[in-house]
């Protein structure tokens, strides 16, 4: 799961603005695949239904003890998110 994450987001952030593969709901997925497997305890109905709660350890999204490779990776998704419009 977290490793089509990856490829689906790395494979839209290398190509071209007008190339991109990912759509808002794959980059809020792959997103959220980064904190679910880091332990984030979801708030939203959505996450909560995609995601679940189940072993869940952090309340606060910025206690989420995540390396800079993954905090690098999540900003390269917001950018993308917020380039493309996402809600």
């Known amino acids: 799961m977290g490793r089509r994450g990856w490829t689906i987001v790395a494979l839209g952030l290398l190509a071209p603005a007008s190339a991109l593969a990912a759509s808002c709901d794959e980059l809020w997925y792959a ?11 979801f708030k939203t109905a959505r ?3 995609a995601f679940g709660n189940a072993g869940c ?23 993308q998110e917020r380039f493309q419009g996402c809600r």
């Open 57 to 79: 350890r952090y309340d606060q999204e910025g206690a989420v003890p995540l390396s800079r490779q993954q905090r690098a990776y999540i900003d390269d998704i917001q950018r």
């Open 47 to 49: 996450a909560i239904r």
């Open 31 to 41: 997103r959220n695949s980064v904190y679910k497997e880091a332990g984030y305890c």
